[in-house]
Nanobody
Framework: QVQLVESGGGLVQPGGSLRLSCAAS????????MGWYRQAPGNQRELVAS???????NYADFVKGRFTISRDNAKNTVYLQMNSLKPEDTAVYYC?????????WGQGTQVTVSS
């Protein structure tokens, strides 16, 4: 069983930056496509960014040019660097594989963008 633990969220002003981390309990992120997702109150959970085992990345249009996903296989950790944050980026952020395995959903990390 894999556990994914998200961290790094917080309160930030518009235009600010945060770096989220997703730590896996064992080595496997190097062989699967990992993704960051987010869910705002009243909204469905949506894909923000993903990274394949080969390092190819994909971003939702609403974060292109602002967010960067990366991976450190040695640390079993996936990162999401978020720059130029907007109030509409406020949500709980989660990581999971691209298959959205139910058992892998963690508690997420809250990101609040507000002045």
């Amino acid at each position: 069983q894999v556990q994914l633990v998200e961290s790094g969220g917080g309160l930030v002003q518009p235009g600010g930056s945060l770096r989220l981390s997703c730590a896996a309990s064992r080595s496997f992120i190097s062989i699967v496509t990992m993704g960051w997702y987010r869910q705002a109150p009243g909204n469905q959970r949506e894909l923000v960014a993903s990274i394949t085992p080969s390092g190819s990345t994909n971003y939702a249009d609403f974060v292109k040019g602002r967010f960067t996903i990366s991976r450190d296989n040695a640390k079993n950790t996936v990162y999401l660097q978020m720059n130029s944050l907007k109030p509409e980026d406020t949500a709980v952020y989660y990581c999971n594989t691209n298959r959205r395995i139910q058992a892998y959903w963690g508690q997420g990390t809250q990101v609040t963008v507000s002045s």
